[in-house]
């Protein structure tokens, strides 16, 4: 099979499910015969008519409408064109596909596509990382993948459980992230997977912060210490046993992390580490984070608001000396 | 609408004034867990919804539809056990009162958000649509305050879009909590909202039995047909406050002494007897009967066994492996 990118991995994970599962239709914005702004839904709508089609611009009717399809057993997949629109349907994702399975023991099996992350001139409104935001309220699964791989297995994933699902899918990786081929297998949904291993020190990361994290590893691999890299997968739920296994190893802690600090995955993930695994730490654990700004529009101030290889390398350089 | 027809309505309308009669003195003894919102003045509307919904119909009632709920197959024993905090009714102490429902048996259980149910209901046709079948539909209900959301627009437009089989009923009881509708919407009349939105619209007295029963009859086959989304207004007033915890003390008292501060179920029971359907003691006997049921209920659900938090699960989600597991939980 010749390479296929993260963006073909999820358009051939709907082309998948759409193809083995009638319960599964998709609904978005754009997302009709045009493809999808990101073309994550080419051709879809010719290969399954009736089924792929588009939407008003409403987000709030587009998730509402997925909650009532859900209820009477279909499983729809909708796009939010961006994942910053996902705020003019939050009250549908929390209020109501969170709640529906506590509160009645009906289950409610939506799958909320977000296009999320930055990209280089996308500035403040096509730009952010919302995983924590849903993964404060209970009852989502909040899938973050990181490679080719996983967004095209955790999608398949995400339709086949009964949960509602925010999938966090990185734009940043949409083009350039490649594979030679699709999965066959795949780890459990809320398994975490060491991506790299290495004695000197821990970094758990998610989404587009994983490859950055692996670049910064091989960037001190030359200086001689080994830094081990948790790819998280979801962040709800959350492995908290494959990041304390690897504290345990390597008793030293940094969180990369895309998002916001104030409540985000990182916190959530020392948190845990420091209430559960104090004695495996050597070293006060550490995060790094986007700026507590608005993501700027311009790459010369985005390159900087954001963490990359050399300040994740700049951070566990710290950590290795503390 | 035959007499029988419009009897067994009125029934429904009764029992559920009878019974929110007896959650209001529930209430105010201390013995509901939450809060209590009743639909006094707005049955004759409610239950023309759901009595003319079949089997295989979505509904998904909105706070003051005791009566519609009724109708669409609800029983006085499921009400009581949920204000009352039975373990044993629908929603298992883990949400209360009017949010219950059956989401299975297309009785929706909605959320507190006004307007979400909307697309919810649309999405729920739309569900049937793509499996092939024919002839459901969907209802909702709303008051003159939810007309001002945005989800009432989102869901609106795109169930019109669709062409979709969803009857969004309205009920213009002239307050949102305390706020007057001229501070609520600056239309000359709601039913205005129905060409905005490219759907049909039809007015009812919702004081009025007989004016309900028609027109939602009238909505509700057009819908059935392929008419698309029907938006129907009743005017009518809300004869409580917003809930047993509000005097309404706010009401206009000019609003009261006018056609729209009558009471649907007492013009009711006045048509069936000088229509001469049923006699004075006939009509009488049914509210003894609605009493009867309601509190032998009422003895009934005060002797089951409230939620026992050692026995919840405290689970979100379908699959105990997606549970959190730390020490925080």
Redesign the interface.
Same mark, same amino acid.
């Given at each position: 099979m010749s390479s296929i990118t993260y963006l073909e991995a999820i358009r051939s994970a709907q082309e998948k499910v759409l193809t083995e599962d009638p319960r599964v239709?998709l609904y978005g914005q754009d997302v009709g015969n045009f493809g999808g702004a990101f073309k994550a839904t080419k051709n879809l709508a010719k290969l399954f008519p009736? %089924?792929v089609f588009d939407?008003?611009l409403? @987000?709030? #009717?587009?998730?509402?409408?997925?909650?009532?399809?859900? =209820?009477?057993?279909?499983r729809?997949i909708v796009e939010m064109q961006f994942a910053d629109f996902s705020t003019c349907g939050f009250?549908?994702i929390v209020?109501?596909a969170?709640? !529906?399975?506590? %509160?009645?023991?009906?289950?409610c099996p939506i799958v909320v596509r977000l296009p999320s992350g930055g990209t280089s001139g996308g500035g403040p409104f096509h730009s952010q990382s919302m995983e924590a935001l849903y993964a404060h309220y209970?009852?989502l699964?909040v899938m973050t993948p990181a490679t080719v791989e996983d967004a095209y297995s955790m999608l398949l994933d995400a339709v086949a459980?009964?949960?509602p699902v925010i999938f966090c899918e990185h734009k940043f990786l949409y083009y350039h992230l490649k594979a030679e081929g699709l999965p066959t297998t795949s780890l459990?949904?809320?398994k975490a997977r060491v991506a790299r291993p290495g004695r000197d020190a821990t970094i758990v990361t998610h989404g587009a912060m994983l490859h950055e994290s692996l670049a910064a590893a091989i960037e001190l691999a030359a200086d001689g210490y080994e830094l081990e890299v948790v790819d998280l997968r979801a962040v709800?739920?959350?492995d908290?046993?494959t990041v304390l296994a690897s504290v345990a190893r390597t008793g030293r802690l940094l969180c990369v992390s895309e998002e916001w600090p104030w409540g985000g995955v990182a916190a959530e993930v020392i948190?845990?580490v420091t209430?559960?695994g104090f004695g495996l730490l050597d070293a006060p654990p550490q995060r790094l984070n986007a700026k507590d700004t608005p993501v700027p529009y311009h790459p010369d101030l985005w390159s900087v608001h954001r963490p990359t290889a050399s300040t994740v390398a700049e951070a566990a350089r710290r950590l290795l000396h503390i | 609408m035959t007499p029988a027809e419009y009897i067994k309505a009125y029934r429904v309308m009764l029992l559920a004034r009878v019974l929110e009669e007896k959650l209001a003195s529930l209430y105010r003894g201390g013995l509901i867990k939450g809060g209590v919102f009743l639909g006094r003045g707005q049955e004759a509307l409610s239950v023309s919804v759901g009595i003319q919904l079949r089997r295989g119909d979505?509904f998904a009632p909105l706070i003051r539809d005791q009566a519609g709920r009724m109708a669409f197959g609800d029983t006085v024993l499921d009400t009581l056990r949920t204000y009352l905090g039975s373990q044993l009714g629908? !929603?298992?102490g883990?949400?209360g009162n009017i949010?219950r429902?059956?989401? %299975?048996e297309g009785y929706?259980?909605m =959320? &507190?958000?006004l307007g $979400?149910m909307?697309?919810?209901?649309?999405?729920?046709?739309?569900?049937?649509r793509?499996?092939g079948e024919a002839g459901a539909v969907g209802a909702t209900c709303i008051g003159d305050g939810g007309t001002s959301t945005?989800?009432f627009h989102?869901?609106l437009? #795109?169930a019109a879009?669709e062409k979709l089989p969803l009857i969004v009923v309205v009920a213009n009881n002239q307050y949102a909590y305390s706020t007057p509708n001229t501070r609520q919407f600056a239309c000359a009349d709601l039913l205005d909202k129905a060409a905005g939105y490219g759907v049909a619209g039809h007015r009812a007295d919702g004081t009025s039995l007989e004016s309900c029963l028609v027109t939602l009859r009238r909505a509700i086959r057009a819908a059935r047909d392929g008419g698309g989304p029907q938006l129907i207004v009743a005017d009518l007033l809300r004869l409580v406050g917003h809930g047993e915890h509000d005097d309404g003390s706010y009401v206009d008292p000019k609003l009261k002494a006018a056609a729209v501060g009558k009471d649907c179920v007492l013009l009711a029971a006045a048509e069936i007897v000088s229509r001469g359907w049923a006699t004075q003691a006939e009509a009488d006997g049914w509210r003894t009967a609605a009493e009867d049921e309601v509190n032998t209920t009422v003895d009934r659900v005060r002797r089951e066994p409230t939620p026992d938090p050692e026995e919840d699960d405290w689970?979100?989600? &379908? %699959?105990n @492996?997606? $549970? @959190?597991?730390?020490?925080?939980v």
């Open positions: 239709f009736g %089924r939407a008003p409403s @987000e709030d #009717a587009i998730i509402g409408m997925a909650v009532g399809a859900a =209820i009477e057993g279909m729809p009250n549908q209020n109501h969170a709640t !529906m399975f506590y %509160r009645t023991g009906v289950p209970p009852g699964v459980i009964d949960d459990p949904v809320g709800k739920p959350l908290t046993d948190a845990r209430t559960e | 979505i629908p !929603m298992r883990r949400d949010h429902g059956r989401p %299975r929706y259980a =959320i &507190s958000h $979400a909307i697309p919810a209901v649309a999405g729920g046709l739309l569900a049937r793509l499996r945005g989800a989102e869901g437009n #795109a879009v689970m979100a989600f &379908s %699959r @492996e997606f $549970a @959190e597991q730390h020490a925080g």
